[in-house]
């Protein structure tokens, strides 16, 4: 008995043909699930050569050993595809309850490709699993996507996937929202399930999930709920989420103001964690969770789960903005009209900064809030220059110019943290499978958060390898990033679950698999050490304000610092997993042979 429903479904929009095959238990042992496991299918699936937007891609909606089960912050669903934004593979992870509710229909995943004739939502249950048209909600957002699914179901208990119109209109950063107020897909994954004319998808269960002991996991379950209770308690992050990192931000000097020009924002204090804890509402929590880290919050008509304080970050003070119930709407409106406000962000800070360099007109400059609400509308719909801004803040720099403060790395906006003041965060960015990313290793937390020098590389590239396996491997069996558990919890976790004895090193071997295989993927398609840089910005300018002032991150300490870090992760000077280290974690013969193929 395992945890695992043994089942994963399989979807053609195109021939509407609908399949269940059997779950590989090998895939589970080598990959756990989620994140890992998504890779595994897609893998399996296609060839990176593929495009983003054929029908051929594939999207992958993935549960995880835990999920389902009463073990806190292990609810999370996976969607993994190729982004069209980058051109890498891309997953994002999502709370709430839907993770848990694919387990009850009866699934570990769900393999979704082909594009339907007419705009379709995939309905599942342990039923039944069918394609079903709502040609009527052509350009409805994500929140009336949701209700009008709930309502022709009549099932207030649906739990749904949904896109807005940025999805629709396949713009490069759309992402996917889940009951409401929880978005994933950076990278673009709602505008894949776009360009397969698929508005949503619904899941309901009632199954049963098995485990492999149920004496143990109910003990160490205990345990954890009662760690939440402390966390709940003592922790930051439940009294006040996320936004409790801008003043950490702000204070070392690396919170992104004005796109990224400066680290210090001086209207910080009307942005931070007090600030929207004055306007929150209530709390609330994903399923078998104790924390509670989300935060009801409303301003006017809009009101948001959050805002996370990335959003704050590239919505706030990136842009010159120091209005939290501005943020608010700006966040309501990229949920609704489906924008990832990373990129949204990031690109209308790109566009703010070339017009007040005089490089192009964009007719919009820092602070100017409320035409950046309105082109975050004009983004999705595709209407005048956001049609342009749609393509990310690379593609426009490589028209118009500015590419070096165009803050992306392989093509994606950079999240809320200045590297110049956190410099292995620089390693972290670089290197993440699915371009510029913070949930692939968090080195900000050791170093200006924390105690390690922030200024130097010395150790970093270490701090980051070791940060990355155990990220992949936390993300692979299902457990929330705000989760303090160790690598020796999670193998007696797993056990629990799945069965098997599995030690502290089997789980880091495991996250170190399957980030070797995200970079497998991206090194077939010719991604190597050329595009693990940073923009320009981050090698020339120094910062003027905070711990950073004065302290330049150079290329060539840069570059010293990833030939370090390539030796680490036994990969070539070129950044390409060496055939030995891929054989040393097991992965599958058939992919290693793909892969000598372009070395």
Not at 132 to 161: M, P, Q, V, W, Y
Not at 222 to 239: F, K, L
Not at 266 to 280: H, P, Q, T, V, Y
Not at 577 to 592: Q, S, T
Request: net charge neutral; glycine share 12%.
């Amino acid at each position: 008995m395992n945890s695992m429903m043994g089942k994963i479904l399989y979807v053609d929009l195109s021939s509407k043909k609908i399949e269940a095959r059997e779950t590989p238990l090998d895939w589970v042992k080598l990959y756990a699930g989620q994140k890992g496991l998504g890779t595994r299918i897609l893998m399996e699936e296609i060839p990176p050569s593929v495009e983003a937007f054929s029908k051929e891609n594939c999207i992958v909606l993935s549960t995880s050993v835990m999920g389902g089960t009463v073990v806190s912050c292990s609810a999370k669903l996976a969607m993994t595809t190729k982004s069209p934004l980058t051109g890498t593979v891309t997953d994002g992870s999502v709370g709430g309850h839907i993770g848990a509710e694919l387990k009850y229909a009866g699934y570990d995943a769900v393999a979704i490709k082909g594009r339907a004739d007419k705009l379709s939502y995939l309905y599942i249950s342990p039923d039944k699993a069918e394609i079903r048209e709502c040609e009527d909600l052509k350009g409805a957002g994500s929140f009336k996507t949701e209700e009008e699914l709930k309502k022709r179901n009549k099932d207030d208990n649906l739990k749904i996937l949904a896109i807005g119109p940025g999805g629709e209109n396949q713009v490069l950063y759309a992402c996917v929202s889940s009951e409401r107020y929880r978005q994933l897909g950076r990278g673009g994954i709602g505008a894949v399930m776009g360009s397969k004319n698929l508005k949503g998808v619904a899941i309901r269960g009632w199954l049963d999930v098995k485990v492999a002991d149920i004496k143990a996991l109910m003990e160490m379950a205990a345990e954890m709920h009662r760690e939440d209770a402390v966390i709940a308690e003592e922790n930051e992050i439940y009294v006040y989420g996320t936004p409790v990192l801008i003043n950490l931000s702000n204070n070392t000097g690396l919170l992104p103001t004005n796109n990224f020009q400066e680290g210090v924002f001086d209207k910080a204090e009307k942005i931070n964690g007090e600030s929207f804890k004055s306007l929150r509402k209530n709390k609330k929590a994903c399923f078998s969770c104790g924390i509670a880290c989300g935060n009801y919050v409303v301003a006017g008509e809009a009101k948001v789960e959050g805002p996370e304080y990335e959003t704050i970050a590239l919505c706030g003070s990136s842009i010159g903005n120091g209005d939290p119930a501005k943020i608010i709407e700006m966040n309501s409106v990229c949920d609704d009209y489906g924008l990832d406000s990373i990129s949204a962000g990031g690109v209308i800070a790109y566009m703010m900064e070339m017009t007040e360099k005089g490089l192009h007109d964009f007719g919009i400059r820092f602070g100017e809030t409320d035409k950046a609400i309105a082109l975050v509308k004009e983004i999705a719909l595709l209407k005048g220059i956001g049609k342009e801004a749609a393509l990310g803040s690379r593609k426009m720099a490589e028209k118009y110019g500015g590419l070096d403060f165009a803050i992306q790395v392989k093509g994606q906006e950079l999240p809320g943290y200045d590297p110049r003041g956190s410099w292995g965060m620089g390693i972290a960015y670089v290197t993440a499978p699915r371009g510029g990313c913070h949930m692939s290793a968090y080195p900000i937390a050791e170093e200006a958060y924390g105690t390690l020098d922030p200024f130097t590389f010395e150790g970093k590239a270490k701090l980051v390898v070791d940060m990355q396996n155990t990220q992949f491997a936390k993300f692979s069996m299902g457990v929330c990033d705000f989760w303090p558990i160790s690598a020796e919890k999670l193998a007696k976790l797993w056990g629990a679950t799945f069965g098997g004895t599995h030690t502290e090193e089997d789980v880091n071997k495991m996250g170190e698999r399957v980030f070797n295989l995200q970079r497998m993927f991206n090194v077939i398609l010719g991604f190597d050490r050329e595009q693990d840089k940073l923009p320009e910005r981050f090698y020339k300018e120094l910062l003027k304000a905070g711990p950073p002032a004065g302290k330049p991150m150079t290329w060539e300490a840069f570059k010293k610092a990833m030939d370090e870090y390539y030796s680490l992760r036994g990969w070539d000077s070129q950044g390409r997993p060496r055939v030995e280290k891929l054989e040393e974690l097991g992965i599958e013969k058939k992919f290693i042979e793909l892969y000598k193929k372009v070395l």
